[in-house]
């Protein structure tokens, strides 16, 4: 069974960066749409930004357009979600996810099958 690992979580000061990683062993991301999710304490499950399985199509919420970018590195098997220009409210745990159809592009939780254990991102000064 598919199984996911992020890391890259930690504490950084307003307008810092972070990039988080999610890599699997033994089964290509390449083959599964990849989302990263997010949860602060009190709110809801958020689709922050995901990418199709042919990397093609890419979705970013409007919180985070223009600062964040996720990518795929195919050598690596790995998915970065790239976050610039940080701020308070990006305070959350983030998820990564697998979505086995893969294509179109989705930011609905439900679409996806395979979450990771979640990293602590912590934006503070």
């Known amino acids: 069974q598919l199984q996911l690992v992020e890391s890259g979580g930690g504490l950084v000061q307003p307008g810092g960066s972070l990039t988080l990683s999610c890599t699997a062993s033994g089964f290509p991301l390449d083959d599964y749409g990849i989302g990263w999710f997010r949860q602060a304490p009190g709110k809801e499950r958020e689709g922050v930004s995901c990418?199709?399985?042919?990397?093609?199509?890419?979705y970013y919420a409007d919180s985070v357009k223009g600062r964040f970018t996720i990518s795929r590195d195919h050598a690596e098997n790995t998915v970065y979600l790239q976050m610039n220009s940080l701020k308070p409210e990006d305070t959350a745990v983030y998820y990564c996810?697998?979505?086995?159809?893969?294509?179109?592009?989705?930011?609905?939780?439900?679409?996806?099958?395979?979450w990771g254990q979640g990293t602590q991102v912590t934006v503070s000064s």
């Open positions: 996810a697998a979505d086995p159809t893969g294509w179109p592009v989705t930011s609905s939780a439900y679409d996806y099958d395979y």
């Open positions: 990418i199709s399985s042919s990397a093609g199509s890419t």
